[in-house]
């Protein structure tokens, strides 16, 4: 039955599924009585990463999770973003399909361009580029506001000038997974809303006020592009267990999490869906909870886990007070925060300190295993107060309360109180901040709208939280930098704490 | 039998088949006991179009010509080059998927991206400019010489500066279908040997000497991109006949015909072979005809249909020496060239002055029709010379003399001759046509190679075959401009005439 429909709305894609997860969600709404599954998501977040090139092992532990819940006989599959191919293969990063034991099949195509879907969003964003001149040509804009995207890194594309020896227009490129395109891809239930959040896009300016995509470009010529962009590709663990990838904002500069449309569609299919948002819990899992599930009507998680390495989490002391934070931020929220601790080899042997450790913690009892090697075996018997606890949560800690009217600057001091531990008092400005703000707020009206309806995305280092995350806890702060709206997905970036978000990382 | 063959090569992606042809290929190599057809390729060609954005229709007559065909009963199918997106969403031209009822299934997936081929060899391209990049970084380069790529037209792109603010390095992008990743793609038979032409390719320079990627980058970086870009896609037209399509360079910067694999393929399952090599004649064909077929083991075309619509053939008096140029000079090299006019609507009152006009210009008996109204039916009755034309032309025609070892400058002299009308004595240098030869050459040495063993690429509008078009017979030149050498796909280009070839058009 289930599976019929599933069938109905897939189609064969080289080695994966392409799932028309619109039309599969229109047709469970259009027929209410049409048997589906309501599946509670469970976040895979993790400690704040040292260096953001160094996971802490995020994916294997979504892959060895679900291989394990299934092992139990309990339906579970995972929805996870898009590698950037672009870093995979410029070598600064490895793939991102988990590894030995917990892995997907044919990674090969995962990390090297799934079925071009990055690909094809990046083309649809430069060629709304190429339209916004074409308006400067037509002079209905004298100033473009749309970056020009690369999945490829490229050190000497930070900084270009387009037009050159004529206009010199000073351009910086950016990586296709940070775009606003991107953006609105993972936040849309449909091609309309799609093409009408693309429409509310601000192309640029002329004399000085916002003009709007919509006003003046086919939109057909970039939903054409996206028609199987917007698909998730579905694949299998090598134990076989269901994944579905769908789309790859970045989250220290983006939203971080995937497709939503992927998600609810998984959540009709299977009893517990887990979603893996990453870097760490600052980063994706408070952009799931403040964006996704507050502004945008995902699911609020029944659960989260927590992963970290041994070393991440001990190594450096004047750092080690993140990991508890991040467990306990959890808990606060009503979302059971299970620790988990992805072992690296010759690590086996500091399994009863680190379970001493947690205890002194008050943490909840640690799952523990090196994943790499053992697959989800290892976590079979040790999931049982994780299984408990997503079964015991119900939908009452699901509806959340919008921060839509709060002010931006208010949202923030919530996210950074909440997220990074610092209090409103010690969230500063840095100067021209509220002029950023306040210039932004001035472009929203322009097209009708109010900055304060926006939802807030924290754009910072995915390695830090706060402007010095090693000073002591008193003395910690967070700048407030720049804003920067986007109309179209309704999102309103703030550049915070260090930032050192570079949209083209270096070659290595 | 031959269908299981290619089962076993084809996996499903979407709506299209996608055929691993070099696999296909090797296994009929590998068992030369295998049954296999041994089909004819017929070039459908065409006139020199008045302008490069308004096509004859050569696609539209291949889908017409294989349907009337197969209702004929005779095993006929088309290789054609992928459509280039970009330039299709910018609007300056239309799909490239033929029309009305001589049209392709799914052109909106056709024009609209394929299955990623594109996008795939740009993002491999780019990579390779970042790998570059990072050689100049590292002290191995300080030059480079691989232009950066884009689908999407734009045209600020035409002239940009680099790592702006600092070391300001001028380039301009160019459109993907030009690059040398797409020409390798197209002349190579094996991944081993598109690795091999990579590696070959020049990176740049380190004191004033060539540097190869081989000696710098890990190839199977690129290979894993390319991994399914290499692939031809089969689908089919409106009335079932079997089409293939792989890679699309253009014909007046590059090559300008579809990938050699998936037209040896192609002969491997039909008996006759239809491959577009546009634009006119003097591009497309002359490059199927010189390129590929002398240099690259590609198959003497059996025939040639070239195409003209009644506007193009007649309108221009100063240009209509072109069209009967074109169809005797494929007859002097033994191929039997047959005229088909592509009525649009509201001509079918010329059908009886056409057939005059063919008559007295001494043409093979013309085959006219409205293709997007009355698709391939019209054909049917109109094709019985043809047929026997690719019966009787047998492989004495096939195998045909290298232009290796002549100088570049008397190989130009030869396609000016051939392919253009011009004699030798008005075949003339630009200043600095000498010196960037020279250096070409020189370019070539230092990587232990002889400019005179690469395959020459004539680099020209595609709207004109010399100087002047419009002038007498007797004063027509053809100036030679500037030499570039792509010592991976083995080519020199040889930029000539008028050379409008903006690798950036712009948006309309």
């Known amino acids: 039955m289930a599976d019929e429909l599933f069938e109905k709305f897939s189609s064969q894609y080289g080695v994966f599924k392409k799932i028309d997860a619109f039309g599969y969600l229109k047709h469970l709404a259009d027929n209410p ?13 993790a400690d704040t990463p040292l260096k953001a090139s160094r996971g802490e092992g995020k994916t294997t532990t979504t892959i060895a999770l679900i291989d ?42 995962i990390d090297w361009g799934l079925c071009g879907e990055m690909a094809s969003i990046e083309a649809a964003q430069n060629l709304l580029v190429s339209f916004a001149e074409k308006a400067v040509d037509d002079g209905l804009l004298d100033e473009i506001l749309v970056p020009r995207v ?26 296709t997974p940070t775009c606003e395109l991107m953006q609105i891809v993972v936040l849309s239930r449909s091609m309309d809303e799609i093409a009408d959040r693309v429409g509310a896009m601000t192309a640029g300016t002329k004399d000085g006020k916002p003009v709007l995509f919509g006003s003046f470009i086919d939109m057909w010529r970039i939903t054409n592009i996206l028609a199987t962009a917007v ?38 299919r299977h009893d517990i869906v887990i979603v893996e948002a990453g870097y760490g819990a600052d980063a994706g899992a408070q952009k799931w909870l403040d964006v996704a599930s507050r502004e945008y009507g995902a699911q609020w998680p029944s659960a989260a886990i927590v992963v970290t390495r041994a070393s991440t989490w001990r190594d450096d002391p004047a750092l080690s007070w993140r990991y508890p934070f991040h467990v306990a931020r959890l808990e606060e929220v009503g979302i059971p925060a299970f620790p988990l601790i992805n072992l690296w080899d010759g690590e086996d042997d500091q399994i009863d300190s680190l379970r001493s450790f947690a205890a002194e913690a008050g943490f909840r ?3 523990i295993g090196n994943l790499f090697r053992d697959g989800g075996e290892v976590l079979v018997s040790q999931i049982d107060e994780f299984v408990e606890a ?44 509220e002029q950023s703000l306040a210039q932004a707020a001035e472009l ?30 008193e003395e910690r702060t967070v700048t407030l930098k720049k804003v920067e709206v986007r109309t179209g997905a309704g999102l309103v970036h703030v550049n915070l704490t260090t930032s050192l978000t570079t949209p083209m990382p270096k070659i290595v």
């Open 33 to 45: 009585e049409t048997e589906r599954k309501r599946g509670k998501v469970v976040l895979v977040t």
């Open 68 to 109: 394990a819940l299934r092992k139990r006989g309990i339906d579970a599959a995972a929805v996870l973003r898009q590698p950037s191919m672009g870093i995979t293969s410029a070598g600064s990063k490895g793939g991102a399909s988990g590894g030995g034991k917990a892995s997907l099949n044919n990674p090969e195509f």
């Open 150 to 175: 690369s999945e490829v890194p490229s050190r000497a594309l930070r900084s270009i000038a387009v037009d050159y020896g004529k206009s010199n227009i000073a351009e910086r490129m950016v990586l």
């Open 231 to 268: 698909q998730p590709a579905y694949t299998e663990t090598v134990e076989g267990s269901p994944v579905y990838i769908h789309a790859g904002p970045f989250a220290n500069v983006s939203i971080g999490i995937p497709g939503l449309a992927a998600v609810e569609m998984a959540c009709a």
């Open 365 to 367: 009892r640690p799952i």
């Open 390 to 433: 997503v079964a015991g949560n119900e939908n009452e800690v699901r509806a959340q309360a919008s921060n839509k009217g709060l002010s931006v600057v208010d949202t923030v001091r919530k996210i950074a109180k909440t997220a990074y531990g610092v209090p409103a008092e010690r969230v500063i400005f840095k100067d021209g901040f």
């Open 444 to 473: 929203v009206s322009a097209v009708g709208g109010n900055i304060d309806d926006l939802a807030v995305v924290a754009v910072k280092s995915p390695a830090t939280m706060t402007d010095n995350d090693s000073l002591p806890e």
